[in-house]
T-cell receptor, first 115, second 118 residues
Framework: AQSVTQLDSQVPVFEEAPVELRCNYS??????LFWYVQYPNQGLQLLLK??????LVKGINGFEAEFNKSQTSFHLRKPSVHISDTAEYFC?????????????FGTGTQLKVEL | DTEVTQTPKHLVMGMTNKKSLKCEQH?????MYWYKQKAKKPPELMFV???????INESVPSRFSPECPNSSLLNLHLHALQPEDSALYLC?????????????????FGAGSRLTVL
């Protein structure tokens, strides 16, 4: 079984400041890793994914994340945030083998960008 | 076309009503999913269809009845729901595991159907 921990339920940040949203996971098998964003009253949109290869992954809207296997982390970063980045961010994992395509989500981090 | 379309966007129903949520995708994906999301919570998996056959049912009550009539459509039939079933219902689709690596496990979500049960 897999579990995902997003320790920060809310992260306030000023516009144009950098931000890091933390994600740690636990799994007995190797996993794929994802970050999804959910804007108010909308569905989930894929920000970026780590399937294999380079551990630094770049996504849409200037976001990037780094997979750290030894620390079982996949933190999301953006060097300069914009008001429009205000949203809920979910980290998720899926096992490489077995378990179908089941995604296990973290509890989410509300990013609030202020002027 | 890289979208998953869900209808209706909003639905209000009584506990004795029968209604359906619909989901459509034209990306050639052969895996489709229903998730339930309560306010301020992550999505919870309900059902997975693979090649139009139910492959995962996460112990969902029988008042929720999924149907996959073809490779592009996924329905969720609702009957005798309870107020605690009020939530955002999300549909998603993906390639089936075992197909191309780049598509495997990458779910595309619809905008959701917000259900209120009175």
């Amino acid at each position: 079984a897999q579990s995902v921990t997003q320790l920060d339920s809310q992260v306030p940040v000023f516009e144009e400041a950098p931000v890091e949203l933390r994600c740690n996971y636990s799994s007995s098998v190797s996993v794929y890793l994802f970050w999804y964003v959910q804007y108010p009253n909308q569905g989930l949109q894929l920000l970026l994914k780590y399937l294999s290869g380079s551990t630094l992954v770049k996504g849409i809207n200037g976001f990037e994340a780094e997979f750290n296997k030894s620390q079982t982390s996949f933190h999301l970063r953006k060097p300069s945030v914009h008001i429009s980045d205000t949203a809920e961010y979910f980290c998720a994992v899926s096992p490489l083998t077995g378990g179908g395509n089941k995604l296990t989500f973290g509890t989410g981090t509300q990013l609030k960008v202020e002027l | 076309d890289t979208e998953v379309t869900q209808t209706p966007k909003h639905l209000v129903m009584g506990m004795t009503n029968k209604k359906s949520l619909k989901c459509e995708q034209h990306m050639g994906h052969r895996a489709m999913y229903w998730y339930k999301q309560k306010a301020k919570k992550p999505p919870e998996l309900m059902f997975v269809y693979s090649y139009e056959k139910l492959s995962i049912n996460e112990s969902v009550p029988s008042r929720f009845s999924p149907e996959c009539p073809n490779s592009s459509l996924l329905n969720l039939h609702l009957h005798a729901l309870q107020p605690e079933d009020s939530a955002l219902y999300l549909c998603a689709s993906s390639q089936v595991r075992g197909s191309s690596l780049s598509g495997a496990n990458v779910l595309t979500f619809g905008a959701g159907s917000r259900l209120t049960v009175l």
